[in-house]
């Protein structure tokens, strides 16, 4: 019995029947893969039961919601009601997956066993197949979840050559109601008494340094604090129906074009959004006069830590200043409040949030996510929303792997919405490439393939500013002629 954190239980607490709070990991192989290789994929993942807890796992709520859940051994565990097959309608193209992956989106996962499904699709053009794997973020985030795609692949990749015997797995009775309070009570006694005063030390802390970098800088948190942000058509209550595409770029492309304007990737990439963004809403005769913002995921973990399971996560505010029509002042604007972001982060300590969350009682969390649920808060006059969307960028393995089930082309990654928050845009890059997945709010964002082509868009107007920016600057620089 594993109880989890207080992070990893808030996105269990925020869940509702249009709040799914799944993600999911898509691999597209190029790969002979037939129905006589099920069998074959059935036993890696049982082989790998023992060595990824978290498959064999399932959650358990305390009674009164005395402490978060725990995690415990599935006694009735049966790996065939995670593993899904279905094969793609002709012909197989960018239009029938991306419908398919929607579908996948929209169902929420079982509590009562392991909160994971693995959909095995085929059907997709030019013979590939996509491995969708589809796990809730209580079990992991973007960091955990890199390496636990990578123990996975190496099995059944083919590259661990070892036998793929499964040991025996003897799981034990589930816990009794009796057993889960008193636990509880134990953990209560052994762990977050003892932390309390340091954890009150970290809260003090940490809230002076914000109010100090507020007088010195000024805070970005505060700042949206003190003024709501506008709203748009992503935020108001999410309906259960979810839209998805898929964008590539060339990751060299964009590390280019980072390198020219003195930012990084994380800089292009935000930019890129913000760019689509506007010109949705401008489409669509929406876009406000005040700039949006952004929530960005970023590690919160020590430098060097490892971890399969779990979540470790703080957010970066930033403004999307999509009230400039200039790309190469928006994307400056965005680079500057990155920047302060960062600081910010830096100040307030980036554990200040995740520590803070397992000292929050789950009661609390539970009667907050129903209370919204049951008012629509996100549709009243009166609503701000903390965000305005979300983006998220995570660096994906860079070398293309392949083995005995074929050559991993592309890795894609969505990550969840949250009530109020209607559109999430995740990169990740792997083996050369920028793999971008837009999800919406099926109710807000009907023809999500504009925004996703926006993205190029974007791309293309920064590249063209950059370029035209270094020829002016060329021609300043450039000796004047003789004068005849």
Same mark, same amino acid.
């Given at each position: 019995?594993?109880?989890?954190?207080?992070?990893?239980?808030?996105?269990?607490?925020?869940?509702?029947?249009?709040?799914?709070?799944?993600?999911?990991?898509?691999?597209?192989?190029?790969?002979?893969?037939?129905?006589?290789?099920?069998?074959?994929?059935?036993?890696?993942?049982?082989?790998?039961?023992?060595?990824?807890?978290?498959?064999?796992?399932?959650?358990?709520?305390?009674?009164?919601?005395?402490?978060?859940?725990?995690?415990?051994?599935?006694?009735?565990?049966?790996?065939?009601?995670?593993?899904?097959?279905?094969?793609?309608?002709?012909?197989?193209?960018?239009?029938?997956?991306?419908?398919?992956?929607?579908?996948?989106?929209?169902?929420?996962?079982?509590?009562?066993?392991?909160?994971?499904?693995?959909?095995?699709?085929?059907?997709?053009?030019?013979?590939?197949?996509?491995?969708?794997?589809?796990?809730?973020?209580?079990?992991?985030?973007?960091?955990?979840?890199?390496?636990?795609?990578?123990?996975?692949?190496?099995?059944?990749?083919?590259?661990?050559?070892?036998?793929?015997?499964?040991?025996?797995?003897?799981?034990?009775?589930?816990?009794?109601?009796?057993?889960?309070?008193?636990?509880?009570?134990?953990?209560?006694?052994?762990?977050?008494?003892?932390?309390?005063?340091?954890?009150?030390?970290?809260?003090?802390?940490?809230?002076?340094?914000?109010?100090?970098? *507020? &007088?010195?800088?000024?805070? %970005? !948190?505060?700042?949206?604090?003190?003024?709501?942000? +506008?709203?748009? /058509? @992503?935020?108001?209550?999410?309906?259960?129906?979810?839209?998805?595409?898929?964008?590539?770029?060339?990751?060299?492309?964009?590390?280019?074009?980072?390198?020219?304007?003195?930012?990084?990737?994380?800089?292009?990439?935000?930019?890129?959004?913000?760019?689509?963004?506007?010109?949705?809403?401008?489409?669509?005769?929406?876009?406000?006069?005040?700039?949006?913002?952004?929530?960005?995921?970023?590690?919160?973990?020590?430098?060097?830590?490892?971890?399969?399971?779990? *979540? &470790?996560?703080?957010?970066? %505010? !930033?403004?999307?200043?999509?009230?400039?029509?200039? +790309?190469?002042? /928006? @994307?400056?604007?965005?680079?500057?409040?990155?920047?302060?972001?960062?600081?910010?982060?830096?100040?307030?300590?980036?554990?200040?949030?995740?520590?803070?969350?397992?000292?929050?009682?789950?009661?609390?969390?539970?009667?907050?996510?129903?209370?919204?649920?049951?008012?629509?808060?996100?549709?009243?006059?009166?609503?701000?929303?903390?965000?305005?969307?979300?983006?998220?960028?995570?660096?994906?393995?860079?070398?293309?792997?392949?083995?005995?089930?074929?050559?991993?082309?592309?890795?894609?990654?969505?990550?969840?919405?949250?009530?109020?928050?209607?559109?999430?845009?995740?990169?990740?890059?792997?083996?050369?490439?920028?793999?971008?997945?837009?999800?919406?709010?099926?109710?807000?964002?009907?023809?999500?393939?504009?925004?996703?082509?926006?993205?190029?868009?974007?791309?293309?107007?920064?590249?063209?500013?950059?370029?035209?920016?270094?020829?002016?600057?060329?021609?300043?620089?450039?000796?004047?002629?003789?004068?005849?």
């Amino acid at each position: 019995m594993q109880r989890i954190s207080g992070q990893d239980a808030s996105f269990l607490y925020t869940e509702t029947p249009t709040v799914l709070m799944h993600t999911l990991k898509i691999q597209i192989f190029d790969s002979n893969y037939g129905d006589s290789d099920y069998p074959l994929l059935h036993s890696w993942l049982e082989s790998a039961l023992h060595t990824v807890p978290m498959l064999r796992q399932r959650v358990m709520f305390v009674p009164g919601n005395l402490h978060h859940p725990v995690m415990v051994d599935d006694p009735d565990f049966d790996l065939e009601s995670h593993i899904y097959r279905a094969a793609l309608p002709a012909p197989g193209g960018k239009a029938e997956f991306d419908q398919m992956i929607s579908q996948i989106l929209c169902h929420r996962l079982d509590r009562q066993r392991p909160m994971w499904e693995l959909w095995a699709l085929t059907g997709l053009e030019g013979g590939r197949v996509a491995i969708v794997h589809k796990i809730h973020h209580c079990l992991a985030d973007g960091v955990a979840t890199v390496r636990y795609l990578d123990r996975v692949f190496q099995r059944y990749a083919g590259c661990e050559q070892r036998e793929m015997t499964a040991p025996t797995w003897q799981p034990h009775p589930l816990p009794s109601a009796r057993k889960l309070v008193w636990q509880a009570l134990v953990d209560h006694a052994r762990y977050d008494i003892r932390r309390l005063p340091a954890f009150l030390a970290t809260l003090l802390r940490g809230t002076r340094n914000l109010l100090r970098f *507020n &007088r010195e800088v000024g805070s %970005p !948190t505060m700042e949206i604090m003190a003024h709501p942000l +506008p709203r748009t /058509r @992503f935020n108001h209550t999410l309906s259960a129906r979810r839209s998805f595409t898929t964008r590539q770029f060339s990751l060299a492309d964009v590390k280019a074009l980072g390198k020219r304007l003195n930012g990084s990737i994380n800089d292009v990439v935000v930019a890129m959004g913000a760019g689509a963004v506007r010109n949705y809403l401008l489409l669509h005769d929406d876009l406000p006069e005040q700039p949006l913002c952004v929530a960005v995921p970023v590690s919160a973990d020590e430098t060097g830590a490892v971890r399969e399971f779990g *979540n &470790r996560t703080t957010y970066l %505010p !930033t403004c999307l200043w999509t009230n400039i029509n200039d +790309p190469l002042e /928006r @994307f400056r604007k965005i680079k500057k409040s990155t920047a302060v972001g960062k600081q910010e982060l830096e100040a307030m300590g980036k554990a200040f949030v995740p520590d803070l969350m397992n000292f929050l009682p789950p009661a609390f969390s539970i009667w907050k996510t129903r209370r919204k649920q049951r008012m629509r808060i996100a549709d009243r006059a009166d609503f701000n929303p903390r965000t305005n969307l979300i983006i998220s960028n995570v660096p994906g393995p860079q070398d293309q792997q392949s083995g005995q089930y074929g050559t991993l082309l592309d890795l894609y990654s969505m990550g969840p919405l949250v009530e109020g928050v209607g559109l999430n845009i995740t990169a990740w890059s792997y083996a050369g490439n920028l793999n971008f997945s837009i999800m919406g709010c099926k109710k807000a964002l009907p023809d999500i393939d504009r925004l996703a082509d926006g993205l190029m868009q974007a791309l293309e107007e920064l590249q063209m500013a950059a370029q035209d920016g270094a020829e002016q600057v060329l021609q300043t620089l450039a000796p004047e002629g003789d004068v005849e």
